[in-house]
């Protein structure tokens, strides 16, 4: 969403660098360039002064001054105050102490409140609590129904004694307080620490919702009221959250659809303008695609500097432990790496979701967007049919792999022998890598680390050291071993009496005459 105002940020950033000292003049335009980028991704303009007024006063004081690189420090300085207009620290959810706790969903029609509804509650669901889905948005045609397939492919029950309207031609006849309100005492009868209550929405604000939204509110007495905010909409959706913010009074702030290719104003805004943190982001079609917002990561995520917390917690959530010990007996053990270690590792890294939207999480990613907007995610289901489309023998030993197994797994998986070639030779490479970590060498071409490429395995002048052998666990023998190393080293000096490079005898033994060598050739052997 925010690859526009990153990629101006960047651009500006960038004509600093390699400045020893920022003049006045320099501060101004960096901080005018900012302005227009924070204008045109319809930032509320009130945000915007605010936000450059800050950073043009820290940037002109000692701080920037005093600093070795100034242009590191206005890049601090800027992401400092994107994560303060991003609500500055992360905002949980507050259980209540005598559960259930009751968090109330409130918003525009439109906005994602259902389809949020069913992401919190298997987020949820995944934090080790027991929520409940309570259908209390009668008016929208069918949205009773959606609310209890969300729930079923999350895993939660949903409390719904009314179904609803099922046409836009009905009219509602169900109580929306009554619901809200029975749906809390059942959580509370069934034992469910969590009620999330799904209220209606409108096309725009007006007084029947608000007053049903207050009456809600006031039926059941939520722990936390969420506004959902479509992040598409830009500066009107603040007008709506300060709208709701007096009528509902929310605790927190929801960014429904930040997966989009708006410019992303609102996210900026929001929490600024209504003083109430941004505590959730939904970043996609999926369940799974649900986050918590943290203020220091999306400015990170601005600013291009990468987000690898978040990857981290990706990777611990969906890694599989077990297999992952596997691998590392397997590279205790030095055995080969297969084909079926690489399948499972393809595999993994699709458990952790899309593969843009990791690799986007990154530093540096910006600059390779547009090749990785062309990365085809069916490319992992191509590799496993290939794998599969071997026989065990030949996923363990891909040497055998001629011309004919070749274009029998091509056929077999749908490609063409060119893309089997491809993946033969991308597994060759992974593999010697492999081999080469097991044995202790590190990682080939990695400075630093040993292998090819590598500092660790280099004398000065670039000459490789020397191997040692190593010494056997045998005491008996390793005592041979030394005395035979003496030995080695106290008759290196004296020259060998007999033997060649290529085991031919000494040179005072040797007879021209028995090479059998063509006439005239003698002259060219000398002494």
Known sequence: MFNSLSDRLTAT??????????????????????RRAL???????????????????????????????????????????????LGGETRRIRLAKNPPTVIMLAGLQGAGKTTLAGKLSKWL?????????????????????????????AGVPVFAPHPGVSSEFESATGDPVAVARAGVAEARAKLHDVVIVDTAGRLGVDAELMQQAADIRAAIVPDEVLFVIDAMIGQDEVNTALAFNE????????????????????????????GKPVMFASTGESLDDFELFHPDRMA????????????????????DKDEAERMAKKFADQEDFTLDDFLSQMQQIRNMGSMKKMLMMMPGAASMRQQLENFDEREIDRVEAIVRS??????????IINGSRRARIARGSGVHVSEVNGLLERFSQAQKMMRKMASGGGIPGMPGMAGPGGFATKRKG???????????????????????????????????ATGAAFGQQGAADFDPASLNLPKGFEKFLGN
């Open 300 to 319: 990170s995520r601005i600013l291009d500097m990468g987000d690898v917390l978040t990857l981290i917690e990706q990777a611990e959530k969906n890694w």
């Open 125 to 153: 669901k995944g934090q080790g609590h027991s929520p409940l889905l309570v259908a209390a948005d009668l008016q929208r045609p069918n949205a009773v129904r959606q609310l209890q397939v969300n729930g079923e492919r």
């Open 247 to 274: 009528g509902v009074n929310f605790t927190g702030v929801v960014l429904s659809k930040l997966d989009g290719d708006a410019r992303g104003g609102a996210a900026l805004s929001v929490a600024s303008v209504t």
């Open 390 to 399: 071997m026989t065990p023998h030949e996923r363990v030993a891909p040497k």
């Open 462 to 496: 670039g000459k490789s050291a020397p191997k040692k052998k190593a010494r056997s666990g045998n005491p008996a023998k390793a005592a041979q071993e030394l005395r035979e190393a003496e030995e080695r080293r106290i008759n290196g000096a004296k020259p060998a």
């Open 13 to 34: 950033f960038k004509n600093l660098r390699g400045k020893g000292r920022l003049s006045e003049a320099d501060i101004d335009a960096t901080v005018r360039e900012i």
């Open 39 to 85: 204008l045109d991704a319809d930032v509320a303009v009130p945000v915007v002064r605010e936000f450059t007024a800050k950073v043009r006063e820290r940037a002109l004081g000692a701080e920037v001054n005093a600093a070795l690189n100034p242009a590191q420090q206005i890049v601090k300085i800027v992401n400092e105050e994107l994560v303060a207009i």
